[in-house]
């Protein structure tokens, strides 16, 4: 207790030395808005509470920053290893000035929730359902453990609303997952479901991992990879109906759901 | 004789051999030591009257059709075809193409740029500047230039830039800080630089310009800024303006009243895509790009003339002939900075011009009159024509505070992609895509060089996936022909060839051959990077190559 109350204490000060010029400013925060809804919404959702591809900004406690400072850090040069992309790199058109910046910071924290949501779930119990009755683990993989047909999760409680996280396992196909990244190409490879048909007749069916016109890297459903030519294929047939089973209130009650939030809420924050 | 290319200086004939042959001109390697060297030199000019030195003229950029095995301007020629009459890859053979060479540029993000190649020199640009000669044989670099840009530039689409113009022994680099640089082409040394307009303000640069006559043409980038668009012509010998067209009117000018108030003055109508050039009627045919603010027509109420517009200028003087304007009072930014092909079919000379706003136009490129305008993709905002045949903008396209969705969204059916007009195959070929945007109002104060777009706008996900083709449209029906669906939507431009062949790249990197008469992919290459660039052809050595860039590299593909 006494080493979080000294982190926390730590993370005051550093604040307290980084601030923006900005902070506090009203006019600031309002021109922020559109700044906001020009450069962040995509993600971010037009109120900063996260738009099913982002975080929702409006916790107080953020996980890749906390001083104004840093998370000008993180809007100008976007954060390694996530979707978040360097400020002007995202294809959305202009790049932002300095001043541009710190008025979205000034209105992201004219947007925060100072006292941040309880949890409302058991996270124990999350925890017990994730790798048990719910058979999340079957496909998921959480701290390299779990399953790989399906994304790692270990920091999707960090980065994703509640309410994202809910609305992907009651309606796993509205909006399927990200996947592979590639440096210069618009769009992300997602978690479309696949079935081929190979020249000697064995059916495969998986998630794409990646595909171009030409040929598919597939994941089977037990795990195995299949590097394939489509035109060696006799059938080649994607959907975007989730591999993923959509979860209704009759295969996982509310409140289960709300206690796997929680814990994936526990492993993302930290 | 001491030139590489077995020393024979072709030009004039027209047989097939002499379009592979290394010459024209030639690149001397090493002095010519004796008389007699010089004499066949010069006796070779008696005979063929060639041009030496690398010195390209007006008259070979009018006449580039005698010589296939070079690519003097953006699109190849002035009537912005993008064909190349080379055949040696063709159908039978081009499942055989390999990689002649790679060379990598080092700069990161999209690499646009389409080169040019002069009698074994390839020419072209990178991202932050860049500019380099390559022994398009060997793809060796022989000079290398990059700016030393100020750090406070604002490139609205990033860093990038689409190439060079070439004229006499200079190549010609528009910069994102809003200079005009014209290097020597032997070496790539500074011969003179001019500043066009203030970087701070948002102007850039990052169109290849066009030589015409003795005149650089280039236009400006920056109707994300609220800039006031303008095409400018240098004097290629000293880089003085010449003239300047600016693409909104100023008082007292015709179309003025076309804006609300002062709003002209940041009304944008940037001209950031290459034009075309008629010898015949001496006009250069320039596009011009969205109104500012981008999505908002707030403050603004008029048709915005010239923005979204052809531009039909008198190449000497800069004056306007004719206007066309695709999109009125634009709120989606669908900038017409399309490359504008001329075509010449059943005795009309024509203009052909697949619009970002999803319609096919062909306009009479002798009155500016419109002949057709047909839809090539998903389009939601016009469902009715004006009198002239114009597509007229519903009431169900204006974006709201609360979002609305329209098709095409805000990157277009098309963009900057280069299409290409093949002759044989009489199509028209173009990279398209459908994606509808949720166009929502998020009003800004104009403030000098902050950006200004007036409406936010993303990806609307009932529209998913988005899909992107390469197009083959008959240009007298507006009809697409065929139709390849990539994996995903595609910013490459498009090549077609003598040798009955259509190349395009893709976001997933490949750079593939197409039948250009049935749209099959007859061949493939993984580049390894996503493709924003414009393919071209040349010959080295009697030798037909295809050049792409793509990743951070440009590639050059030949038989083995």
């Keep these: ?270 | 004789m001491t030139m590489r290319g077995a020393g024979k200086i072709q030009t004039g004939e027209r047989t097939r051999k002499s379009f592979y042959r290394r010459g024209h001109g030639g690149v001397p390697r090493r002095a010519p030591r004796n008389l007699v060297s010089l004499l066949a030199i010069c006796l070779a000019c008696v005979l063929f009257a060639s041009p030496v030195g690398g010195q390209v003229t007006f008259e070979r950029l009018v006449n580039s059709a005698k010589e296939p095995q070079n690519w003097m301007t953006y699109s190849g020629d002035y009537s912005g075809k993008r064909f190349s009459a080379l055949d040696q890859i063709n159908r039978t053979n081009v499942h055989s193409l390999v990689a002649k060479w790679v060379y990598q540029t080092g700069a990161t993000g999209k690499l646009e740029t389409s080169p040019l190649v002069v009698d074994g020199i390839l020419y072209a640009t990178a991202q932050d500047d860049r500019a380099f000669a390559l022994d398009a044989g060997t793809g060796r670099p022989i000079w290398m230039y990059q700016r030393q840009l100020p750090g406070d530039i604002r490139p609205c689409c990033g860093r990038v830039n689409r190439g060079l113009a070439i004229l006499g022994d200079k190549v010609f680099l528009g910069t994102l800080d809003a200079h005009v640089i014209a290097l020597d082409a032997k070496t790539g040394n500074v011969v003179w630089d001019v500043v066009a307009a203030d970087y701070r303000t948002g102007h850039s640069f990052t169109v290849a310009p066009l030589a015409v006559k003795d005149l650089v043409v280039i236009g400006i980038s920056g109707g994300e800024y609220g800039v006031r668009g303008f095409i400018d012509a240098y004097d290629a010998a000293t880089g003085e303006r010449k003239w300047r067209f600016y693409t909104v009117p100023g008082p007292d000018e015709p179309g003025h009243e076309s804006w609300e108030g002062d709003s002209w003055k940041t009304g944008g109508a940037p001209a950031w895509n290459t034009g075309t050039y008629d010898p015949v009627t001496n006009q250069i045919f320039w596009p011009t790009g969205n109104p500012a603010p981008s999505n908002r027509g707030e403050g603004r109420a008029g048709d915005n003339l010239y923005s979204n517009s052809l531009l039909a200028l008198n190449a000497d003087t800069g004056k306007m002939n004719w206007y066309f304007q695709f999109t009125k009072h634009d709120e989606h930014d669908w900038d017409a900075t399309q490359v504008p092909v001329m075509i010449d079919a059943g005795g009309k000379h024509l203009i052909a011009q697949a619009d970002r706003n999803g319609f096919f136009y062909v306009i009479d490129r002798t009155s500016g009159k419109l002949i057709s305008a047909t839809a090539y993709g998903k389009i939601t905002w016009s469902d009715t024509k004006d009198a002239e045949g114009r597509p007229v903008a519903n009431n169900q396209s204006s974006p709201t505070l609360e979002g609305r969705t329209v098709c095409p969204g805000a990157l277009g059916t098309t963009n900057f992609m280069a299409p290409t007009y093949d002759p044989q195959t009489a199509l028209f070929y173009v990279t398209a895509r459908d994606q509808c945007d949720i166009f929502s109002t998020a009003p800004q104060p104009y403030e000098a060089g902050h950006a200004y777009y007036g409406s936010a706008y993303f990806p609307s996900e009932e529209a998913k996936p988005y899909r992107g083709f390469l197009k083959a449209i008959d240009p007298t029906t507006g009809q697409v022909k065929w139709k390849f669906e990539h994996a995903s939507p595609t910013w490459s431009g498009v090549l077609s060839t003598a040798g009955g062949l259509v190349f395009t790249g893709d976001a997933e990197g490949n750079f593939i051959a197409f039948d250009a008469a049935l749209g099959k992919a007859v061949w493939h290459f993984q580049t390894g990077g996503a493709v924003y660039a414009a393919p071209m052809a040349f010959a080295v050595d009697g030798k037909e190559y295809v050049a792409i860039a793509a990743g951070s590299a440009v590639y050059a593909f030949g038989l083995p």
Excluded at chain 1, 132 to 158: F, Q, W, Y
Aim: charged residues 25%; proline residues 3%; glycine residues 12%.
């Design chain 1, 1 to 270: 207790m006494g080493f979080v109350g000294l982190v926390l204490l730590g993370i005051a000060a550093h604040a307290a030395d980084d601030r923006s010029p900005l902070a506090g400013d009203a006019k600031a925060a309002k021109a922020g808005e559109y700044q906001f809804r020009i450069n962040c919404a995509l993600c971010h959702g037009l109120g900063a509470h996260g738009g099913g591809r982002g975080p929702d900004l409006t916790r107080a406690v953020k996980k890749h920053t906390h001083s104004d400072a840093e998370m000008f850090q993180v809007i100008s040069n976007g954060i390694p290893g996530t979707a978040m992309p360097a400020n002007g790199t995202n294809g959305q058109g202009v790049g932002m000035t300095d001043k541009e910046i710190w008025q979205i910071i000034a209105y992201i924290r004219s947007q925060e929730v100072k006292a941040p949501a309880k949890a409302v779930g058991n996270a124990s119990h999350g925890k017990d359902l994730f790798y048990g009755d719910a058979n999340c683990s079957l496909c998921h993989m959480i701290e390299g453990k779990g399953g790989r047909v399906g994304p790692e999760l270990t920091g999707v409680g960090g980065s994703r609303t509640r309410e994202a996280i809910i609305d992907s396992v009651r309606n796993p196909s509205r909006r399927l997952a990200w996947g592979l990244t590639e440096a210069t190409k618009e769009f992300p490879q997602e978690y479309e479901s696949v079935t081929v048909v190979t020249a000697e007749g064995k059916e495969i069916k998986g998630v794409t991992l990646n595909e171009d016109s030409f040929s598919v890297q597939i994941m089977d459903t037990s795990e195995q990879i299949h590097l394939l030519e489509k035109d060696k294929l006799r059938s080649f047939q994607k959907s975007r109906q989730s591999a993923m089973p959509v979860y209704g209130a009759d295969l996982l009650s509310d409140k289960d759901l709300e206690d796997i939030v929680a814990y994936l809420t526990s492993v993302g924050a930290k």
